[in-house]
């Protein structure tokens, strides 16, 4: 049920944390794996980690906020396979951890274009492939504050509450063309992006003690959400977000 055999996967923002340990394992699955993110030293490091597993990798260098970098991925995908089985729109920029009225318009700007434009761009740009895809599959990765507030990230939560949204719309528009379209919540997951809250002791100890499962997650635990959504085990799953969190909004 999770053999991605003759499939293909874009992951944007491959190159580290959540969307480096999906592609890794969609190409541990024997999916053919498109890895696309400005930083192409750090995909070259993944593709190498896949092809000495055996797998197979594809670099694209781009900026998902930039509609001609898309559209080149897009063409890349059009002219070598013809068809997208699974889209992964995982690139996303750090929250600024500030108070709203203190965020500048640079700020909203970055996380805007990014987090929502990219992923707009990414869909729209796909859609004609993942009609000829084999029971296609788009996975936003949105967040648990695509769902909840939290203070000092207000923008950053605007941007994820619109991808939860928007993905819920969107299953409804594509699910007559056989695309299912889902999205991921993480909660708080060991990751660059996560980095700085864990590096102060005090922070660190009240994000433990609101988890009800006592630690932060690991990328591979969210990877293999997405290996699930994508899977004909999820065949009936479409305009849901999956919560990752060890039990955050359990409470």
Request: hydrophobic share 45%; aromatic share 8%.
């Amino acid at each position: 049920m999770l053999d991605f055999s003759g499939k293909v996967a874009v992951v944007t923002g491959a190159s580290r944390g959540i969307g480096r340990a999906i592609a890794e394992a969609f190409a541990e699955s024997r999916a053919e794996v498109v890895l696309f993110s400005r930083n192409v030293a750090l995909l070259e490091q993944v593709k190498d980690v896949i092809q000495g597993r055996g797998g197979k990798a594809y670099i694209c260098e781009g900026d998902v906020s930039n509609k001609e970098h898309v559209d080149g991925l897009v063409k890349f995908v059009e002219e070598r396979w013809g068809k997208l089985d699974v889209l992964v729109n995982n690139a996303g920029v750090s929250p600024h951890f500030k108070s709203f009225v203190k965020t500048e318009e640079t700020d909203w700007e970055q996380m805007l274009n990014v987090n929502v434009k990219g992923m707009l761009y990414c869909c729209k740009g796909f859609f004609p492939l993942l009609k000829k895809g084999d029971h296609p599959s788009v996975i936003n990765i949105s967040s648990i504050v695509g769902i909840v507030g939290m203070a000092r990230i207000a923008v950053y939560t605007a941007t994820k509450g619109a991808m939860s949204v928007f993905t819920k719309s969107l299953a409804v528009e594509w699910a007559p063309h056989g695309v299912r379209v889902n999205a991921i919540c993480p909660g708080f997951i060991t990751t660059d992006m996560t980095a700085g809250v864990q590096s102060v002791e005090e922070i660190k100890r009240q994000i433990l003690a609101r988890i009800p499962m006592g630690r932060f997650g690991s990328p591979d635990e969210v990877a293999k959400a997405a290996l699930f959504l994508a899977s004909p085990m999820a065949s009936y799953i479409t305009g849901h977000c999956l919560v990752v969190d060890g039990g955050w909004l359990a409470w």
